[in-house]
């Protein structure tokens, strides 16, 4: 009897082994990412909804934006006369014609 | 077959199978839910005259696999070059660690094969039909990949498969 040669596995050896060399179970947030509707009421649905622009398009909005609400926030430059005081006795005075005969 | 149906039945095999090539697990659920997506998408694809539904998912697989691959890595070598694994095997403590480092570092198409063959049991016919040769080349490689793992994962002899063995 040789000593057990140690350089390679057998067939049924290697067949023994390579079980051991098992594959994580699947995440279960596949189902619900490609069957979302399955899973949510259309309300929900709705709430969580996005969508996607482009960098550049989503700049010049923010841009936007912030000139709409900084022109409605700040009032503007309306020149305002301080010698102008309210009326306080209206008195009516018809001016007739010289020619109006009554 | 409704595309919830097809996943039930299938999404573990082909998230097994991306994640046995790739050896990463964001990759392998990146391409199942593309796979998928595209069921869902164009169901007619899948003909059942042309093969089974295992053939049809475990190629849309491989070449969902082999893109990212591409992508990540450049060019893959195809033609039997070796890519070294991640580990050494020598190294690593667990038997699963070492299988996965030693089927790692056999050449692509020898991996695809044992893959296909020993752990998602699919038949030299299908594998031929999935990665499109013949069954001669199949059985080829999977003998050259199954001689080198035997080489590699010898320190890892179960004690069991030891005992009473005899020359």
New interface residues.
Partial sequence: ??P???????????D???P????????AR??A???PE?RMPWWKRLWGASFRIPLPVAFVLVILLVAATWRWAIPRDVPVRNDLQPVKEISLRIIRNADFKN | MT??QA?DQH??AV??FA??LTHR?DI??DI??EY??AF?RAPHRFDPAKGSIKVFLFSITRNLALKQYRDDRGELPLDGSERLAGNDPRESIA??SA??SA?ASLPHLQQEALILF??EGVTLEEIAQIVGADIGTIKSRLHRG?ER???I??????E???HG???
């Fill in positions: 009897m040789e057990f040669d140690n350089d390679e596995l057998t067939e049924q050896e290697l023994a082994i390579l051991d060399w098992k594959a994580p179970v699947a995440p596949l189902r990412a490609l069957f399955l | 595309p919830q996943f999404h573990q998230y097994s994640w046995r697990r392998a659920e199942t839910q998928f997506l869902i038997i699963s299988v996965a089927v020993e752990y199954r793992l035997r080489r994962l010898a320190e890892y002899r179960k069991g498969n030891t063995t005899v020359r």
